[in-house]
C-alpha cells in the first residue's frame, strides 16, 4: 500500500504542500491541462519559499538551485529544463523576470517591483531621504536601511524597483559611469 502524501518542511521552515512528495509532480506532465496546474502549482510553491527564505533569483542551470527543487526523500529533483520550463511560466505570469535576455537566472517576484519600489519610497519618506540622493548600495546594505525589508535585495531588482517610482515622478535616478555607484533621489 502506498505511503499517503504528507507536507514537509524545508530546514528553514518552510512548509510544503503535500503534492512534493509525490514523484510525478518533479516531471512535467505531457497533458497541457495538467501541466497547466502543475505550473501554476510550482509557482506558488517556490514564490512561498522565496518570500519565507528571502530568496530574491533562482538559476534554472545550477546544480542546486534552491531545496525546493529537489525532494531527497522520494529521490526526485526537477531538472533544469522542467525548472526553466517553470520560470518561463513564471515570467509569462509577472511573478518572475529574467535578470537578461536570454539568461538562465531569474529575478523572483513575490513581491513585484512596483511594490518594492513603493516600500522604498516610503521608508524614504519616514526616514527623511526625501530630495537626498543615495546610492544603491546605501539603500540595501547601509547603515540606515540595515533592518528595511528590502535590505540586500539585489541590485537588478532594486533598480526595476527605482523605475516604477521614477515613472510615478516619486524618484529620480542618477547613474554613474561605471553603474557601481548609481544612486536615486528620492521626491
Not at 497547466?36 to 545550477?62: C, M, P, Y
Not at 542546486?64 to 520550463?85: C, D, M, S, W, Y
Not at 524614504?124 to 540586500?152: C, H, K, P, R
Not at 526595476?160 to 521614477?166: A, I, W, Y
Request: glycine share 8%; no cysteine.
Amino acid at each position: 500500500m502506498a505511503e499517503p502524501l504528507r507536507s514537509s518542511a524545508t530546514k528553514s521552515g518552510y512548509v510544503l504542500p503535500a503534492i512534493w512528495s509525490f514523484p510525478p509532480f518533479f516531471t512535467l506532465q505531457p497533458n497541457p491541462s495538467t501541466q497547466a496546474h502543475q505550473l501554476t502549482l510550482w509557482s506558488e510553491i517556490i514564490l512561498g519559499w522565496a518570500k519565507h527564505d528571502r530568496v530574491f533569483s533562482v538559476n534554472a542551470d545550477s546544480p542546486e538551485p534552491g531545496e525546493v527543487f529537489t525532494n531527497g526523500k522520494i529521490q526526485r529533483r526537477l531538472l533544469p529544463p522542467a525548472l526553466r520550463q517553470v520560470l518561463a511560466h513564471m515570467a509569462e505570469q509577472g511573478t518572475a523576470a529574467p535578470e537578461s535576455k536570454g539568461a538562465s537566472t531569474y529575478l523572483l517576484y513575490w513581491r513585484k517591483p512596483e511594490e518594492w519600489g513603493q516600500v522604498i519610497h516610503d521608508w524614504a519618506s519616514d526616514s527623511g531621504q526625501t530630495g537626498t540622493i543615495m546610492t544603491f548600495y546605501e539603500i540595501t546594505d547601509g547603515d540606515a536601511s540595515y533592518t528595511a525589508e528590502f535590505a540586500g535585495l539585489p541590485a537588478q531588482l532594486l533598480r526595476r524597483s527605482l523605475e516604477t517610482l521614477v515613472k510615478k515622478g516619486k524618484a529620480q535616478l542618477i547613474r554613474s559611469g561605471d553603474g557601481e555607484g548609481d544612486g536615486v533621489r528620492f521626491l
